[in-house]
């Protein structure tokens, strides 16, 4: 892909709420390596050596500690400074191009006011869309929630979203311009680290067995992941089959009532040791040591846009299980790379599982783990991000070019007319 050349006076500001680790990583090492200036707004989350020292990154942990623990108190305070912090910045930054990855706490703010004020300022702001909403996914969308997303779109400069059936939507949904709308894919997971840990070791330093087949279900817990489903599906698995394993990996994430009761229902199997539990936050270090013990990742969504926990396990060359909602189905070769199944339908979920076990794919796992890698590489790779993502930068410069040489020209026309 050529990319268009970029002005010498370009910098852009990566706003990225804080989070989202792999994906900030991803996205601004491909924007640093190929010649863009970057301020990146982040936190003690993303506060990593990586983003130290490169001659065109500058970090700006402006958002500080993202600790859940904290005091109310103490949050309101963090938060409240991080805004100031990030107000003044704005408005002293001498970068042109403001954009967000995620907003921040008070999304309703961010949406409006914020949104506002960077206009005012005469930025011009890309808003990355990994959700059209959330809100309408989690079933508590409301009218609010909507007009400030309207809002947030239209003050938008562009917009980008991982697939087609997502900018569809935001061109149906919110009334937006096609043309405004940039899909760009979702980039491969490379924060993660990965070492010469095998399989054989990896199983074993979770406790699995040879001859044990293990499912894992991976990421913060949360109703739309459909956990709650996943498990009476697995224990029709393990009636057929006792060498099943379900591999459950991850921190719940708000949803305390939910978690509570499928916690507790979880106990008998836990105990028995059909199920593995590893209910929190889980080490970048140590990922690889599921990925890598696990013979199919399972994703068993009631909804979803897209996801990052499916490219992560694709890095790992793993098969991915999912349920046909959103966008999995469209990032998923039958027998090749995973298999599909129904949403909220155990029967069809057990019934793709056992295809699974009996297939080829999973008969040559050792040899096809690298074939899914590459495959997955080839289609999401950050230097395609990078590079269309710099694109979308350089037409919106050329733009701001454009209008400042026509301002000036009537200026200049105004002028000489006036003597």
């Excluded at 970029?6 to 910098?11: C, E, G, M, T």
């Excluded at 108190?73 to 912090?85: D, E, F, M, N, Q």
């Excluded at 040591?289 to 790992?316: C, E, M, T």
Aim: glycine share 6%; hydrophobic share 40%.
């Amino acid at each position: 892909m050529n990319v268009p050349d970029i002005p010498q006076n370009i910098a852009v500001s990566l706003l990225t709420g804080g989070s989202d680790r792999p994906y900030v990583y991803g996205l601004t090492t491909s924007l640093v390596s190929q010649g863009a200036t970057l301020d990146l707004i982040g936190s003690d989350e993303l506060d990593i050596p990586q983003f130290r020292g490169a001659r065109t990154l500058t970090f700006l942990n402006l958002r500080g500690s993202t600790r859940h623990d904290a005091s109310f108190s103490a949050k309101a305070t963090r938060i409240v400074t991080y805004y100031l912090r990030l107000v003044c910045y704005a408005a002293t930054t001498r970068s042109k191009i403001f954009h967000i990855l995620w907003n921040n706490k008070w999304e309703t703010f961010d949406r409006t006011l914020l949104m506002l004020y960077y206009r005012l300022l005469g930025k011009q702001i890309v808003f990355t869309v990994h959700n059209v909403n959330a809100a309408k996914r989690d079933r508590n969308d409301s009218l609010l929630n909507r007009l400030t997303l309207r809002i947030q779109y239209r003050l938008s400069h562009r917009l980008f979203v991982h697939t087609e059936s997502m900018r569809r939507e935001l061109i149906e949904d919110f009334g937006l311009q096609r043309e405004r709308v940039s899909v760009i894919p979702f980039g491969i997971n490379n924060a993660v680290p990965h070492s010469t840990l095998t399989t054989q070791a990896a199983k074993q330093r979770l406790g699995l067995k040879a001859g044990e087949r293990a499912i894992l279900f991976f990421g913060r817990i949360t109703p739309y992941k459909g956990l709650d489903w996943l498990v009476p599906a697995f224990r029709k698995l393990v009636v057929r089959n006792s060498s099943y394993r379900l591999v459950i990996a991850g921190m719940p994430d708000n949803c305390e009532e939910y978690w509570t009761k499928l916690r507790e229902s979880l106990q008998e199997d836990v105990e028995s040791g059909t199920i593995l539990l590893e209910a929190g936050f889980i080490p970048d270090d140590e990922v690889e040591i599921y990925f890598k013990a696990a013979d199919a990742l399972i994703l068993p969504y009631r909804d979803i846009y897209q996801s990052g926990v499916l490219f992560l396990g694709h890095s790992f060359g793993l098969p991915v299980l999912a349920a046909d909602v959103g966008c999995l189905k469209d990032e998923i070769v039958p027998e090749k790379t995973g298999f599909v199944f129904k949403p909220d339908d155990p029967e069809d979920l057990v019934d793709a599982v056992e295809r699974y076990f009996t297939s080829t794919l999973y008969r040559d796992l050792d040899k096809r783990r690298s074939e899914i890698c590459a495959y997955a590489t080839a289609r999401h790779s950050w230097d395609v991000v990078g590079q269309m993502t710099m694109t979308v930068y350089a037409n919106l410069m050329g733009r701001m070019s454009a209008t400042a040489i026509s301002e000036n020209a009537a200026g200049g026309a105004v002028d000489a007319k006036m003597s």
